[in-house]
């Protein structure tokens, strides 16, 4: 089995030209990558009206999930950690916009801008610490955080990951649902160890009935080839699907409330002490509203 790309190299550096070069001319990667943008964009469910949209690749690589993008229709924006991914991306004419940076510092996009994002192998890298700077926890903190920022409200993202265990699933899906998504993961194939795939389907907002999430496939003996995996070693983990929603902040129950006898109370014992103390009027001891 190969070894997790993951953890060879950090990407910028396992992706050098040579590794672009040989990723981009690999008709078996150009065939797996096309079957997950297409399933990524079908999963990210736009309005079936012939609009193109403004969509965001991240980790675009050498531009093979954005061309499905461009095929469909959409404009697109790819950000990417790897010089060399993106230099291949514009030899073969990429149709988007193209952004070298690390999606673990944030995308560095407009808020509410982006009416959909789609991420295909890329998203599990920030799983690693590359670097004795680096935390999972924060980089997948400050991705989501920028990530939920840049998407229109309800707006769906879609990620295809490779997560190397039941932690890391955890880990990534619960970085998302405390940025705010709502949503969960789609395993398509949940029963063959090689074409088993994991998508985020994630929306901007809190959970409605558009934020349900898809039906995985394979689950009902639909055929796969067995032949799809590109991702190194992957446990065959039970099918996860959650549906969760950023749990509201927790307020104190049975706080004992200091009603209008208590302040005035205090106001007298204040005065009596020599404090300067504000006359009394209506608004002394006055509600407030509990949140905004
Ligand atoms: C397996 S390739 C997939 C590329 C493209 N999505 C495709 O379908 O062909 C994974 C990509 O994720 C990029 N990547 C990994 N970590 C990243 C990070 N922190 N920020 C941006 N891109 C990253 C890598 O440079 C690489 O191009």
């Known amino acids: 089995m190969a070894s997790r790309p993951e953890l060879q190299a950090p990407p910028e550096i396992f992706y050098n030209d040579d590794e672009a070069r040989k990723y ?20 990210l469910a736009l309005p079936d009206d012939d609009v193109p ?29 790897s010089g060399s991914m993106l230099n291949v991306a514009l030899e073969r004419e990429a149709e988007g916009d193209l952004i070298l940076g690390d999606m673990g510092q944030g995308l560095g996009v407009r808020p509410g801008v982006i009416d959909g994002a789609i991420s295909i192998s890329a998203v599990q890298w920030l799983c690693n610490a590359d670097r ?11 991705f989501f955080g920028s990530l939920y920022r840049c998407l229109a409200r309800g ?16 880990l990534i899906l619960g970085s998302a649902m405390r940025a705010g998504f709502s949503g ?53 983990q039970s099918v996860l699907v959650s549906d969760r929603h950023r749990p509201r902040k927790k ?42």
């Open 53 to 81: 949209r403004l969509l965001l690749d991240i980790g675009c690589g050498s531009g093979l999930s954005g061309e499905t993008l461009t095929e469909h229709g959409h404009h697109w924006i790819g950000l990417d950690i």
């Open 251 to 292: 307020h104190k129950l049975n706080k004992k409330v200091k009603g209008k006898e208590w302040v005035m109370e205090k106001k007298e014992k204040m005065r009596r002490k020599g404090n300067t103390v504000p006359a009394d009027s209506k608004y002394t001891a006055r509600k407030r509203k509990t949140r905004f």
């Open 132 to 142: 004795s700077s680096h935390e999972p926890r924060l980089r997948l903190k400050a």
């Open 24 to 43: 981009t001319s690999s008709s078996r990667i150009i065939d797996i990558q096309a079957k997950l943008s297409e399933r990524a964009l079908e999963l």
């Open 155 to 170: 707006a769906r993202a879609v990620l295809q990951v490779y997560p190397e265990n039941l932690a890391q699933r955890e």
């Open 184 to 236: 969960g993961v789609v395993v398509d194939f949940p029963h063959s160890t090689k074409t088993r795939k994991e998508f985020l389907v994630l929306t901007c907002g809190p959970a409605s009935l558009s934020s349900a999430t898809p039906q995985a496939k394979g689950e009902d003996g639909e055929s796969c080839s067995d032949d799809e995996d590109i991702s190194g070693d992957e446990e065959n």
